[in-house]
T-cell receptor, first 116, second 112 residues
Framework: GAVVSQHPSRVICKSGTSVKIECRSL??????MFWYRQFPKQSLMLMAT?????????EQGVEKDKFLINHASLTLSTLTVTSAHPEDSSFYIC????????????FGPGTRLTVL | RKEVEQDPGPFNVPEGATVAFNCTYSNSASQSFFWYRQDCRKEPKLLMS???SGNEDGRFTAQLNRASQYISLLIRDSKLSDSATYLC?????????????FGAGTQVVVTP
């Protein structure tokens, strides 16, 4: 199956700092990448959808100025959590897909963010 | 009401036994259905898509009931390695392509 990587896998930072998370599709070109957030014992919540070369589409309630998404190429999307606060601590997961007759998404291994 | 609802479990299953659980979805326009598996503190991995006619993949059988708006997953001859959280996932017709709605998951614990 398709491989998606995320970096870093884990990050601990102080409140007020910004954190960048990278999502890469390693063996395919991803037309679309998705960013999710998952709090403990809760479902994955879609934060935004990004298409290569265009602005990301954010879900209701997600601040686009706080969660900056860049999808500069067909293999790389980045999520930057700006001025992180403890309530931003979560498991951030990206997924990538190729627009086709199926909508299978391939997930990255996730990034666990802890804001002190 | 949540878009996708699942019994959180846990379902404690003896090794070798069969376990089945459902997931209900609220939007009748839902078009695509999947079961994902998520291990503790890991990313979700696609287990199987769910087709209208029902489908089977080894020990796993998925069914779709559009009239009652639920999908089911049955695991036969449970293995210890089947212990995980199973996520029900649906895509809504009319939504932007690829937008998926996730359930909170059903935890399955297979015991020796």
């Amino acid at each position: 199956g398709a491989v998606v990587s995320q970096h870093p896998s884990r990050v601990i930072c102080k409140s007020g700092t910004s954190v960048k998370i990278e999502c890469r599709s390693l063996d395919f070109q991803a037309t679309t990448m998705f960013w999710y957030r998952q709090f403990p014992k809760q479902s994955l919540m879609l934060m935004a959808t990004s298409n290569e070369g265009s602005k990301a589409t954010y879900e209701q309630g997600v601040e686009k100025d706080k969660f900056l998404i860049n999808h500069a190429s067909l293999t790389l999307s980045t999520l930057t959590v700006t001025s992180a606060h403890p309530e931003d601590s979560s498991f951030y997961i990206c997924s990538a897909s190729v627009r086709s007759s199926t909508d299978t998404q391939y997930f990255g291994p996730g990034t666990r963010l802890t804001v002190l | 009401r949540k878009e996708v609802e699942q019994d959180p479990g846990p379902f404690n299953v003896p090794e070798g036994a069969t376990v089945a659980f459902n997931c209900t979805y609220s939007n009748s326009a839902s078009q695509s259905f999947f079961w994902y598996r998520q291990d503790c503190r890991k990313e979700p991995k696609l287990l199987m898509s769910v087709y209208s006619s029902g489908n089977e993949d080894g020990r796993f059988t998925a069914q779709l009931n559009r009239a009652s708006q639920y999908i089911s997953l049955l695991i036969r001859d449970s293995k210890l390695s089947d212990s995980a959280t199973y996520l029900c996932v649906v895509n809504k017709r009319g939504d932007s392509w690829g937008k998926l709605q996730f359930g909170a998951g059903t935890q399955v614990v297979v015991t020796p």
